[in-house]
């Protein structure tokens, strides 16, 4: 079929707006009506008291957080930033320590690392997977490294078995950042539970949906209390209850409140529900689409699932002979929304090029912690970069709740800029 594409004044292929993704339902308004009605709102106490813990709503959460993802501890914070700098701290990062993260994640997870005056140092990224590529972390491992951050990009795991080998041969922890992958399964375990410490977000467009919030898992009985410390004031609360390892007793407010967390466990029952939709989603949209030239649909590991939080994508452009660019406003055009080009290389940001963090002289970069000159120049991360620069193209699964009707039309719109490329090749 050969048709004029609406980028260049044909007709749209999809003309009505489609549902945006809306997890909430008449079970979690009547959970967070009953935590109103109570009036507690919140128990937290920011001492040793019985009340160190919260309040019924959050130590039932997080019970069945452990229960449902198989750990010994699940601990509840107020958002999945705060999540990782208890979990960075928590392992007992030093200042001037390195710790391995990938550039393809939100910032948070490089910060939550800097947080503590450590080093974040950028190892590339799977060309498959997308999340950090086992071969690298290797070849960044410096005498100063003491962890790994593994990002569960686009709601698959990484490689925790070739991961975790690695962080045992040489002695480190591991910390994996799962906010956009719960459910996802890695041979069997729940993608988040195999590191030291991982964990979930529950941000408004995540699997999970509580508004703000975050679940760390672990079990490590030391772990997990150092994790609960950091959450609720450690340093009023150490002497009471004993502890004398001061390290990182640097505690904050990252508490979640009762209503979030009564919304927690009516979400967390349809978690199962939520993947299987996104899973069904990307089904149709790799028999769809799998047949373009030029186009690679997802990539799954072996015995893993995955989360579909995005539904990657890579471009051959030089086989297409356009630019992404111009693909995406062509979809666009034709009706396609949550498509975006490129993932933000975190090693990029002005942060990082400036080395500029706390103050304005460079710390932690310049002063004695810092053991070494760590590089964040354009080039440490090659494949990372390539796709960011040209050939990665996503759309966003997490944004709507798509209908097979809607992913027909989707995928009549690719179809449709597919068979016509050649009007594109001097837009």
């Not at 990539?299 to 693909?327: C, F, I, N, W």
């Not at 991360?381 to 997490?398: I, K, L, R």
Request: overall charge negative.
């Amino acid at each position: 079929m050969n048709s004029k594409l609406a980028l260049l004044g044909g007709p749209a292929t999809i003309t009505q707006s489609f549902k945006h993704y809306n997890p909430i339902g008449e079970e979690e308004v009547q959970a967070a009506k009953a935590v109103i009605e109570s009036g507690v709102l919140s128990q937290f106490i920011g001492a040793w008291h019985p009340d160190f813990l919260g309040g019924p709503k959050v130590k039932e959460f997080e019970a069945l957080c452990a229960q449902h993802f198989g750990v010994k501890h699940a601990i509840t914070v107020n958002s999945w930033t705060s999540g990782l700098i208890a979990a960075v701290g928590a392992i007992g990062i030093q200042p001037g320590d390195e710790v391995i993260v990938p550039p393809w994640t939100m910032c948070a997870s490089a910060t939550a690392i800097l947080h503590w005056n450590a080093i974040p140092v950028f190892a590339d990224i799977d060309p498959q997977t997308y999340c950090i590529s086992p071969a690298s972390i290797e070849a960044n491992i410096t005498p100063y490294t003491k962890a790994i951050m593994a990002v569960d990009i686009f709601g698959q795991s990484a490689d925790m078995e070739a991961i975790m080998a690695i962080a045992k041969r040489h002695g480190l922890k591991v910390i994996s950042d799962t906010a956009q992958a719960p459910g996802a399964l890695y041979k069997g375990q729940y993608a988040g539970t195999l590191a030291d410490v991982g964990g979930f977000s529950l941000n408004y467009h995540k699997h999970i949906h509580t508004g703000e919030g975050g679940i760390l898992v672990t079990n490590d009985d030391e772990i997990a209390q150092r994790l609960q410390l950091i959450r609720n004031h450690a340093e009023a609360v150490v002497q009471g209850m004993g502890v004398t390892d001061l390290t990182n007793m640097v505690g904050y407010n990252f508490r979640l409140g009762e209503i979030e967390c009564a919304m927690g466990i009516s979400q967390l029952k349809k978690l199962g529900h939520f993947v299987d939709g996104r899973q069904h989603m990307a089904q149709r949209f790799n028999q769809a689409l799998s047949n373009l030239p030029g186009l690679t649909t997802p990539y799954v590991m072996p015995d893993s699932t995955h989360a579909y939080y995005v539904y990657p994508m890579q471009l051959d452009t030089a086989r297409l002979g356009v630019k992404r660019e111009t693909l995406i406003k062509a979809l666009q055009a034709e009706g396609v929304t949550g498509l975006g080009g490129g993932y933000q290389n975190v090693h990029l940001l002005p942060m990082f090029q400036k080395k500029i963090a706390y103050g304005s002289k460079g710390f932690p970069w310049t002063s004695d912690i810092c053991q070494r000159e760590v590089s964040y120049a354009k080039g440490i991360c090659p494949v990372a970069e390539q796709f960011h620069d040209e050939s990665y193209m996503g759309f966003a699964m997490c944004l709507h709740d798509l209908s097979d009707t809607d992913m027909d039309l989707i995928a009549q719109a690719f179809h449709k800029v597919w068979n016509n490329l050649s009007q594109l090749e001097h837009v």
